[in-house]
């Protein structure tokens, strides 16, 4: 495996807060949490229910915006963004991994795919030499024509994967991605993050189960909106 990242930093997180009111009540999300991640990391994010992980992962995702603090998500500032410019960037800069696939269950598995590149407004041409090489990517070539219930759950995962690397993104982001598989689907899977991985692609990994988070190289666990450990190449580093 590629154990090597880049200097450069793709992802740089300042002091940022995020609070939520509910009624009368305001719960805070996250409080004052900074990090890095270089291009090519491979990083796990965990944390118990509560401790902000899943807000964290809205913030890295351009799904939400901090309360307050900064976000520089390759080079451009988040925070500063309109919402169709945060759609924009998800679009083209993230490759989202879900837990429950996400596909559209009358498309086949070419549309499916396709599908970031026709929001972005890629020529077709374009498009379907993209989505081809993504789904060879995957080793799923041979079944571009059939639809999501015709397909395992893990060659459905599979899927989702090419969808999230057909616009070449700065970061691909997987949300639990062994959550709705069995074990021994599920380490098919990880494998094929580790050899993105090892081809250079950048992955964050939001995940509870230690032995998914092993795969990665980094480690950050939060508590309580606060980053509680970093730990990177068995040397740990308290927060």
């Given at each position: 495996?590629?154990?090597?990242?880049?200097?450069?930093s793709?992802?740089?997180?300042?002091?940022?807060?995020?609070?939520?009111?509910?009624?009368?009540?305001?719960?805070?999300?996250?409080?004052g949490?900074?990090?890095?991640i270089?291009?090519?990391?491979?990083?796990?994010i965990?944390?118990?229910?509560?401790s902000?992980?899943?807000?964290?992962?809205?913030?890295?995702?351009?799904?939400?915006?901090?309360?307050?603090?900064?976000?520089?998500?390759?080079?451009?500032?988040?925070?500063?963004?309109s919402e169709?410019e945060?759609?924009?960037i998800?679009?083209r800069m993230?490759?989202?991994v879900?837990?429950t696939?996400?596909?559209?269950?009358r498309?086949?598995?070419f549309?499916?795919?396709e599908?970031p590149?026709?929001?972005?407004?890629?020529?077709?041409?374009e498009?379907?030499?993209?989505?081809?090489?993504?789904i060879?990517?995957?080793?799923?070539?041979d079944?571009m024509?059939?639809?999501?219930?015709?397909?395992?759950?893990g060659?459905?995962?599979?899927?989702?994967?090419?969808?999230?690397?057909?616009?070449?993104?700065?970061i691909?982001?997987a949300?639990?991605?062994?959550?709705?598989l069995?074990?021994k689907?599920?380490?098919?899977i990880?494998?094929?993050?580790?050899?993105?991985?090892?081809?250079?692609?950048?992955?964050?990994?939001?995940?509870?189960?230690?032995?998914?988070?092993?795969?990665?190289?980094?480690?950050i666990?939060?508590?309580?909106?606060?980053?509680e450990?970093?730990?990177?190449n068995?040397?740990?580093?308290a927060?």
């Amino acid at each position: 495996m590629n154990n090597r990242a880049s200097d450069r930093s793709i992802l740089t997180i300042r002091d940022v807060v995020k609070t939520y009111q509910m009624g009368e009540t305001y719960v805070h999300a996250l409080r004052g949490v900074s990090l890095d991640i270089r291009s090519n990391e491979y990083v796990a994010i965990m944390g118990p229910s509560g401790s902000g992980k899943s807000t964290l992962m809205n913030i890295i995702g351009c799904l939400d915006v901090p309360t307050s603090g900064t976000y520089s998500l390759d080079g451009q500032m988040v925070a500063e963004k309109s919402e169709s410019e945060l759609a924009e960037i998800r679009n083209r800069m993230i490759g989202f991994v879900f837990q429950t696939f996400n596909l559209i269950p009358r498309a086949d598995i070419f549309h499916n795919v396709e599908l970031p590149l026709i929001y972005g407004g890629v020529p077709r041409q374009e498009r379907r030499r993209r989505t081809e090489r993504a789904i060879e990517q995957v080793g799923l070539a041979d079944r571009m024509k059939h639809r999501p219930n015709e397909l395992s759950g893990g060659q459905r995962q599979r899927v989702a994967i090419a969808r999230a690397l057909v616009f070449n993104p700065s970061i691909v982001l997987a949300d639990e991605p062994t959550g709705n598989l069995d074990s021994k689907t599920g380490d098919e899977i990880m494998r094929m993050f580790d050899e993105l991985h090892s081809s250079g692609q950048t992955i964050i990994l939001v995940t509870h189960e230690d032995h998914v988070a092993q795969h990665a190289l980094r480690t950050i666990r939060l508590r309580d909106g606060q980053i509680e450990s970093d730990v990177r190449n068995g040397d740990v580093q308290a927060a």
